[in-house]
Every structure is written in structure tokens, then in C-alpha cells.
């Protein structure tokens, strides 16, 4: 089945460094790839998304792009900031309306 | 726009006892969804429901797990009976349903479940 593998967390880094954080994953076909975000206290909410190979998605500063060569959707914003302390979550969806496939999440704390 | 609402935020139960949870989805959207999310993982898709038809329930333990969404809107969960493994997060998300173009996924913030 479908499955999604992201790196361990805690991520600790301090305030403007550059982030990575690696997602990989299997599945049939031709998923659409997707970043979701819990910030404290609040639910998931969608962070970026790519729907085909070598597209890019981007948002508040934060990119990924769909590389089906290495099966691979990495996570990467060039400056954090403290407010970007959250769990960050790589999925998948085989369909349009599929559910979706998560990864354990990768807790990321910014420290000033 | 209103968001995804669920009920109860926490429940606390003894083991065997049932529970249940409540969602009102996004006024319009067709799409349904269910999922659990133990400590420590990410969520995990339990059931899907296109109006009030199931699409998807392969990782529904259904011995003691079911759902239903009547008129195609609210929909609830239960357990019964509950176990201790059953402690989790459970969310619900809802989507409009445009064939295969995906649409997004909202989730609501969730109904923290503790079995003691």
C-alpha cells in the first residue's frame, strides 16, 4: 500500500537558518503530494500542495517540489521564524477525492 | 466561512464502555472523512464518505468501530466497546467533491480521546 516517510523530529534551529526536512514516499500510480502544518493548539491545515511530477508548491515562504525520479517531496524554507514552530506532516493522495496517507510528522522548534 | 466543527473536544472513558463523536463537515462539501491519530504518528484514515454513501472503510476495525452520515451532512463515530489502544485524536475533514481534480481536505481541531 501507500506509505510516506519523513525524518524524525525534534528539528531544533535557530531563528533565520535554512530548513530541510526530508519526505519520501511509495505508492501506485501517480499521487498529488501534499505539506500539512499543526501549529499549537490548532487543527491541521494545508501548507502547500504539487500535483504532478516536477511542480513546485509554495507558501509563506516555504517550497517543495514533486520529484518522481527519487520518489521524494523535501520541505525547505530559506529563513525561519519562531512562529514557524509546529508539527509538519508529507502526504499523499492516490485520487482526487482520496483520503489521505500521512507520515509521522516532524516536530519543528525555532529558537530567537 | 465556517470551519469543520466536532464534538466533544476531550472524552475520557473507562475501558468497554462506548463513545461516540460528532462532525458537521463545511456547509456544501460532499466529501467526508475520518481519522485516528495516536500519540507520536500521523493521522490515519478510518472512513470515507462521498454524501452518505462509504468509499472507503478498509481500516475501519469494524468489531467494535462504526459510523454513519445521515442526509449526507453531520456524521458520527463510536466505539463500542472501547479498548485501551483506542486512546488517539480523532478528526474529522471534509472536502468538495470535483471528480478526479482533488480538492482540499479541512480538517477539523479534533476530539482527544483518553480510554483509562
Known amino acids: 500500500g501507500d506509505s510516506v516517510t519523513q525524518m524524525e523530529g525534534p528539528v531544533t534551529l535557530s531563528e533565520e537558518a535554512f530548513l530541510t526536512i526530508n519526505c519520501t514516499y511509495t505508492?501506485?500510480?501517480?499521487?498529488?503530494l501534499f505539506w500539512y502544518v499543526q501549529y499549537p493548539g490548532e487543527g491541521l491545515q494545508l501548507l502547500l500542495k504539487a500535483t504532478k511530477a516536477d511542480d513546485k508548491g509554495s507558501n509563506k515562504g516555504f517550497e517543495a517540489t514533486y520529484r518522481k525520479e527519487t520518489t521524494s517531496f523535501h520541505l525547505e524554507k530559506g529563513s525561519v521564524q519562531v512562529s514557524d514552530s509546529a508539527v509538519y506532516f508529507c502526504a499523499l493522495a492516490g485520487g482526487g477525492a482520496d483520503g489521505l496517507t500521512f507520515g509521522k510528522g516532524t516536530h519543528l522548534i525555532i529558537q530567537p | 466561512e465556517a470551519g469543520v466543527a466536532q464534538s466533544p473536544r476531550y472524552k475520557i472513558i473507562e475501558k468497554r464502555q462506548s463513545v461516540a463523536f460528532w462532525c458537521n463537515p463545511i456547509?456544501?462539501?460532499?466529501?467526508l472523512y475520518w481519522y485516528q491519530q495516536i500519540l507520536g504518528q500521523g493521522p490515519k484514515l478510518l472512513i470515507q464518505f462521498q454524501n452518505n454513501g462509504v468509499v472507503d472503510d478498509s481500516q475501519l476495525p469494524k468489531d467494535r468501530f462504526s459510523a454513519e452520515r445521515l442526509k449526507g451532512v453531520d456524521s458520527t463515530l463510536k466505539i463500542q466497546p472501547a479498548k485501551l489502544e483506542d486512546s488517539a485524536v480523532y478528526l474529522c475533514a471534509s472536502s468538495l467533491y470535483q471528480g478526479a481534480q482533488y480538492t482540499e481536505a479541512f480538517f477539523g481541531q479534533g476530539t482527544r480521546l483518553t480510554v483509562v
Open positions: 505508492a501506485t500510480g501517480y499521487p498529488s
Open positions: 456547509s456544501g462539501h460532499a466529501t
